[in-house]
Structures are given as C-alpha cells and as structure tokens.
C-alpha cells in the first residue's frame, strides 16, 4: 500500500494568515502528467468535502483561498487567508492504486 | 447533483455481519463508481472498496475475504456486507461516489455502527 504522511498533526493559525498543509506520498502518484491526489476537508459531525483533486484542481463551489499544489510525491494544501469556518481536519488522499489510502489528517486550528 | 444516504442497524453483535445499504437519489446509480470508506470514532480514514453496476470489484486487502459490495439498479442502491465483525470494525461508514480517475467525489452523511454484545 502507499503510505500518505502529512505534517503537522495539528496546526494553529492566525485569521487572515496563511496555513500550509504537506502530504508526502511513500511512492510516485503520478500518472501520464497527471498526480492522483486529492484533498478533502471534514468538520465534526460531517462528511469530508472535496477540496482539491489532481493535486491543484479546485472541486465545484470550492473558495479560491484553498489551493493545492505538488507533482509525484510531495503535496501541498494552502489556505489564504484564514477564515473561521476553515477550523477543521484536513487528509490528503492518494488514488492512484488500489487500495485508495488517505494520510493521519491534519487538525488546523485559529490561534 | 446525486444524493447518498446510509441506513442500517446501528449495534451489531460480535461475530455476525455488518449490512449496509446506501440509497442514491438524483441520479441514475448506474451513472457511478461507488465507494464505501469508513473511519472510527475519532479516528482518520479507511477505504473499503468501490463497485459499478456492471459487477466490477475492488476491496481493500486489509479487509479481503470478508467484504462483499454490490449494487441493486432497480432501487438505486449500494449494499456493503462484512462478515465476522470484531470492535475494531466499530465506525461511521460513509458511502460516496467517485469522480474523475478515481478520486471520492460526493458523500453521504454517514452512519455510525458499533460492534459490542
């Protein structure tokens, strides 16, 4: 299985700042040019959301402030200028092969 | 857009099966990849497998020999069904579509199973 270890575990942030969120794959996700990675976001009691999928490609009704970045096996998760209703657990997710496997997650916070 | 929810019984005893059935609305299920993923309380998540109409499988290995996952086109309806279930199977399992080359698009809401006697 490919391992998805993202860093930090928790991450406290201030309004208005930028938080960054990184996922390292444990072997290359990438397909043709394309990196099979996805973001998603989960507040407590819900589902996760999609936030991200082909590593930059923002999902429908996704606000621009979130973007993603990386190619292969290094990832990255920003959020521009934080908001309140950003408070959440953060996993990135890897499917490129079976079994789909996702990272720890990453609980970001407002300082 | 396409609609999930998840209904079963929300105890199961140890050593029986876990059944699932996840209903789609708003779309035909044949359209779908679909996938269920499951996470314990408090924890991060886990990929059970994903299924299509057509009878194509895929399941996690971790959970091999005691999953089954089919899809009933008449009623538009996912089922998952685990055998032999211990407390480690104790989680909220969420049923979703997949989107694109693979990746989990729309989730329903979830619903929580314990395993206890």
């Known amino acids: 299985d490919i391992v998805m270890t993202q860093s930090p575990d928790s991450l406290a942030v201030s309004l208005g700042e930028r938080a960054t969120i990184n996922c390292k794959s444990s072997?290359?996700?990438?397909?043709?040019?394309?990196?099979?990675l996805a973001w998603y976001q989960q507040k407590p009691g819900q589902p996760p959301r999609l936030l991200i999928y082909?590593?930059?490609t923002r999902a429908s009704g996704v606000p621009d402030r979130f973007s993603g970045s990386g190619s292969g096996t290094d990832f990255t998760l920003t959020i521009s200028g934080l908001q309140a209703e950003d408070v959440a657990i953060y996993y990135c997710?890897?499917?490129?092969?079976?079994?789909?496997?996702f990272g720890q997650g990453t609980r970001l916070e407002i300082k | 857009q396409v609609q999930l929810r998840e209904s079963g019984p929300r105890l199961v005893k140890p050593s029986e099966t876990l059944s699932l059935i996840c209903t789609v609305s708003?779309?035909?299920?044949?359209?779908?990849?679909l996938t269920w993923i499951r996470q314990p309380p408090g924890k991060g998540l886990e990929y059970i497998g994903y299924?299509?109409?057509?009878?194509?499988?895929n399941y996690n290995p971790s959970l091999m020999g005691r999953v089954t996952l089919s899809v009933d086109t008449s009623n538009n309806q996912l089922s998952l069904r685990l055998t032999s279930v211990t407390d480690v199977d104790t989680a909220v399992y969420f049923c979703?579509?997949?989107?694109?080359?693979?990746?989990?698009?729309?989730w329903g809401q979830g619903t929580l199973v314990i395993v206890s006697s």
């Open positions: 979703a579509t997949i989107g694109g080359t693979g990746y989990v698009d729309d």
């Open positions: 708003g779309d035909s299920i044949s359209n779908y990849y």
């Open positions: 299924t299509r109409y057509n009878g194509r499988t």
């Open positions: 072997q290359s996700v990438l397909l043709n040019s394309d990196s099979e």
């Open positions: 082909l590593a930059s």
């Open positions: 997710m890897q499917y490129y092969t079976s079994p789909r496997t």
